[in-house]
């Protein structure tokens, strides 16, 4: 029998349940999550995983202007940026101004929210606000018309101005429904 250190058995060892209390807790509390981590993995082998498409945005995407949501400003972004990122032309900068009543649009401030309508929304103002004649309603006035047509109904003067100044007896300014006004530019 050769001499030297004596051989362990590794397979052949003894607990003292004892002192071994707390790993014996331990190794329940791993198991039962192994067992747990095993079944989730199983019972959501089945479902659909998806058509494979990136579904989370990168910041840059999600600060991407879109038409019918709302933007916040960033540093170096003017309105005729925005049409264009979001309309694809430049030509919607003076309708996006009047849609959010901005009164200077060469100053627009970072951080500010703008409204951006969806493409027929805006294709609708853009023809409104282009209109030399404006079609007369019945119930409309000066103010709503200037709502309307400059989006700030302060600016009815305007109209009333361009198109024979006349008012009422009672004092209040003169439109006849079915008339057509001319809107001045």
Do not use: C
Not at 39 to 60: C, L, P, W, Y
Not at 136 to 145: A, Q
Not at 162 to 168: I, K, Q, S, Y
Request: proline share 5%; aromatic share 10%.
């Amino acid at each position: 029998m050769p001499r030297g250190r004596p051989k362990k058995n590794f397979l052949n060892f003894k607990i003292n349940w004892q002192d071994s209390y707390g790993t014996f807790v331990l190794i329940a509390i791993i198991v039962i999550v192994l067992g747990l981590l095993v079944a989730n993995f199983f019972s959501n082998r089945s479902k659909d995983i998806g058509s494979g498409e990136q579904v989370e945005q990168t910041a840059e995407e999600a600060a991407k202007p879109t038409a019918g949501a709302e933007y916040e400003i960033r540093e170096n972004d003017s309105l005729s940026k925005i049409s264009q990122e979001v309309y694809g032309s430049q030509n919607y900068w003076p309708t996006i101004a009047q849609i959010n009543k901005i009164a200077n649009p060469n100053r627009i401030l970072a951080g500010s929210k703008l409204q951006l309508p969806s493409k027929e929304e805006i294709e609708q103002t853009k023809t409104v606000m282009t209109e030399k004649t404006y079609k007369v309603s019945e119930g409309d006035t000066f103010f709503t018309i200037a709502q309307k047509v400059y989006g700030d109904g302060s600016k009815w003067r305007i109209l009333h101005q361009a198109n024979g100044g006349r008012f009422l007896p009672n004092g209040n300014p003169l439109v006849f429904a079915d008339s057509t006004i001319t809107v001045p530019r």
